[in-house]
């Protein structure tokens, strides 16, 4: 019995679906609560299991009921499955495609029962078409989580994570189709983007490596998380990873980002507390190692909404962790997180703060064999470690006075914090010294023992001027502690002072005379000023001699050029009377001689000998 294939062959009414063909209906087929009136010959011919169920179940008497409440896809799949078996036209898309493969499977439809059956049809158009593509791989995957286990037996669900991982190791989805977002969409020769080969006259917008992360934050985190896997076993960067699994988190945990996570304008519903517990200890195990594949931020933000969801303690174990690896790339504010436990011991989590301090201090002095000692000499003065551990001194002295003034910040915990830092990484103590004073004005009731155990953290060589004259006038310090900052600042004075008569003393070597006596180093300090005056009029009066002489050497040479002039015509020199040429030899010297005596009037006497020679080398050119 052949049935005539039409497109509306099957109808619904209501709960039912009846066939239209004329025929009365001799066989039921129960799919959940849908009832389908069918025939047998065209079932039979098209599924090895149908046929089966309709030999056990036929009654001449009565119609055929058999129950599928099994089948894969439910009566969807099994509507699409009764119009192919009746030989109307299917419409395959990635939406149905993977329901139909499966409800195809369960029911035995092979190319022993009839050539071109419904399994070979659903197998090449998934493997031609679903597979090539990446919006459709995407859509076919996200069908997949209502058909477990059967697409995972299938092997349809690691068939399309292999082609996503494929293509988004490509920086161009251009290649493959349009993806489910604007990256990347196929061009024309002119740039603009096509639809079904029709120009659009859009552009379309530069692509990056993250331009699939938000496509596959659609895709349940079962299914997400073996996409990853997948990722990771073909060398995908590091930083690609985990760049994905940061826009995944803040997509479905509310509280890393602290506001409305949107998908294209509408609301994405949030997990319940659980679900996001689960789905952020799982975050933590695929994310990469290594330092630096995450921002601080982020793992942070990670780690603060772990203490909230309370995850268990491996994970945030893990996050403290990660964050000390780079804690000199923390910013204050991130840092500020309350305890969210019922006791009221401190509003701040000082512990968890103290734990990540100590990984980083311990990655640091493994790293490349350094020690504090190594860190301490000239040879490290702007190294990148001892970069790093300043940098990780001030954000610890800048958070210790931020949650300073809580009352119920215990001394010992400051004090434990506080010294963690080493001595070496803090040129100055400035901002330790801020942090203590602001304590010991929230914390007035503080004991002596306790303030001036406190203050013992300060090193007071190591405070600048200002905080010294602050520390000077501060009634909240111990007398102890202002006594000690005052004699370190009468230290400092007195080696500033020193210093300076020392630089006096050492200019040029020379030691000023003064009534014939050399002057000792127990000079009182009107005389070493005097010293200083005359040394730099020294110096002034050394440098215009030295510019006078190189005046008088080119001088000099325009004398000799114009003699060597007047030798050619040495007849005429000669024919002039030697009384003449003794005046203007005369001439010149006491031309000279009076500049000389101008000078030596303004030089004290120094420039005398000079302006002598200066004559002496006149007459003796002339003589020449």
């Given at each position: ?603 004290n006497g120094i420039n005398s000998q000079a302006a002598n020679q200066d004559c002496e080398i006149k ?6």
């Open positions: 019995m052949k049935l005539e294939a039409k497109p509306d062959a099957l109808q619904r009414q209501g709960p039912a679906w009846f066939c239209t063909n004329g025929i009365p209906s001799d066989v039921t087929v129960e799919v959940g609560e849908m009832m389908f009136h069918l025939h047998k010959f065209p079932l039979l011919s098209k599924s090895d299991l149908l046929e089966k169920l309709i030999k056990e179940n036929t009654d001449e008497e009565k119609n055929t009921v058999i129950k599928l409440h099994d089948v894969p896809g439910g009566a969807e799949a099994f509507e699409l499955v009764a119009k192919f078996c009746y030989g109307a036209k299917l419409e395959l898309t990635s939406s149905n495609i993977v329901c139909l493969r499966c409800a195809a499977e369960h029911l035995q439809m092979t190319e022993e029962i009839a050539e071109g059956n419904l399994i070979a049809q659903t197998e090449i158009f998934f493997n031609q078409v679903i597979l090539h593509g990446w919006k459709d791989s995407l859509k076919a995957l996200q069908t997949c989580d209502e058909l477990l286990p059967h697409a995972e037996n299938l092997q349809i669900i690691k068939r399309c994570i292999d082609s996503l991982a494929v293509k988004a190791c490509c920086m161009d989805p251009s290649l493959f189709g349009w993806p489910m977002v604007e990256h990347g969409a196929k061009q024309s020769p002119g740039g603009s983007i096509l639809w079904n080969g029709i120009s659009t006259g859009a552009r379309p917008a530069d692509c990056s490596s993250d331009w699939w992360y938000e496509d596959v934050s659609s895709l349940s985190f079962p299914i997400y998380k073996k996409l990853v896997s997948t990722m990771k076993s073909r060398n995908m960067r590091q930083e690609i990873v985990a760049g994905s699994l940061t826009f995944y988190a803040k997509r479905y945990l509310p509280g890393l980002t602290r506001r409305h996570n949107l998908a294209h304008g509408a609301l994405i519903a949030a997990p319940s507390d659980q679900e996001q517990r689960h789905i952020l200890e799982e975050i933590d195990e695929l994310l990469p190692l290594h330092k630096g594949v995450a921002s601080t931020k982020v793992l942070l933000g990670l780690l603060r909404t772990a203490i909230i969801l309370q995850a268990n303690t491996s994970c945030i174990s893990s996050l403290e962790r990660r964050v000390g690896m780079q804690l000199d790339q923390a910013d204050l504010e991130d840092l500020l997180f309350p305890t969210f436990a019922y006791s009221m011991e401190s509003l701040y989590n000082v512990d968890c703060v103290q734990r990540m301090l100590d990984h980083f201090l311990t990655m640091e002095q493994a790293s490349e064999g350094t020690s504090p000692g190594s860190l301490c000499n000239e040879q490290s003065i702007g190294s990148p470690a001892l970069l790093k551990i300043t940098n990780v001194a001030k954000l610890i002295d800048g958070y210790l006075a931020e949650i300073a003034p809580d009352i119920n910040f215990k001394p010992t915990k400051f004090q434990a914090l506080a010294s963690a830092i080493p001595d070496y990484a803090r040129p100055l103590d400035d901002g330790l010294y801020r942090a203590i004073d602001i304590y010991l004005k929230a914390h007035s009731w503080l004991s002596e023992s306790d303030k001036e155990q406190l203050c013992r953290l300060i090193d007071c060589q190591k405070l600048s001027l200002e905080a010294c004259t602050h520390a000077a006038q501060n009634e909240r310090l111990p007398l102890r502690v202002v006594a000690q900052v005052l004699f370190f600042e009468q230290l400092q004075l007195r080696t500033s002072v020193a210093g300076c008569l020392l630089v006096s003393d050492s200019i040029d070597g020379l030691r000023p005379l003064r009534n014939g006596i050399a002057c000792s180093g127990e000079a009182s300090g009107e005389f070493a000023t005097t010293t200083v005056k005359e040394n730099k009029e020294l110096k002034v009066g050394l440098h215009d001699v030295r510019m006078r002489m190189y005046e008088l050497e080119e001088e000099c040479t325009s004398m000799k050029q114009e003699i060597s002039k007047l030798s050619q015509g040495r007849s005429s020199w000669l024919g002039i009377p030697k009384k003449f040429r003794f005046k203007i030899r005369l001439q010149i010297c006491r031309a000279h001689k009076d500049s000389v005596s101008e000078q030596q009037k303004s030089r007459a003796a050119v002339l003589r020449r």
